[in-house]
């Protein structure tokens, strides 16, 4: 059999699948996954979100130990001015976090709405201690101005 030559058709064949694999060599994988990516959006929307935006910061801003004077300030824009002399005078008292209840920070929190009624509106935040085997909950209200969506107190629910 020697001296055959291939036919143009085999040829053409075997430089397609060469082509072809040389191309599908150099194109990168692709996911397999169509799930969107995780994300994050917000809104000026209902008074217990101020409050969940609010604990959210605050939390991460106590915990952070670079954070400076942060605190303060989210207290400063969140909170009422009387809210702030009220929880001054209660942390004297307690020497613990006024906002938090607490000598220290929770590892978890979550936010949920309750009723509204003569220009207030109030939430429920629940925060969670120790760890994820053996969680604990404490329960705060906390009120809001419906016109400016400021926290103008802060409970233990009782």
């Avoid at 150099?26 to 917000?42: D, F, I, L, M």
């Avoid at 307690?94 to 978890?108: F, I, M, T």
């Amino acid at each position: 059999m020697t001296g055959m030559k291939p036919s143009r058709t085999t040829t053409r064949a075997l430089v397609a699948a060469a082509l072809l694999a040389t191309a599908g060599a150099s194109v990168p994988a692709v996911a397999s996954s169509t799930a969107a990516p995780p994300a994050r959006s917000g809104g000026n929307g209902p008074a217990y979100d101020r409050v969940a935006d609010f604990y959210g910061a605050y939390i991460d801003a106590v915990t952070d130990s670079g954070s400076g004077r942060l605190d303060s300030q989210l207290r400063g824009f969140y909170l009422t001015s009387g809210l702030r002399s009220r929880l001054a005078g209660w942390e004297h008292r307690e020497h613990a976090d006024g906002v938090l209840r607490a000598q220290d920070v929770p590892r978890a929190w979550k936010v949920t709405p309750g009723d509204s009624g003569m220009g207030h509106t109030w939430s429920t935040v629940r925060l969670t201690w120790g760890s994820a085997q053996h969680p604990t909950y404490t329960y705060l209200t906390v009120q809001s101005d419906l016109a400016t969506k400021k926290i103008s107190d802060i409970r233990p629910r009782s």
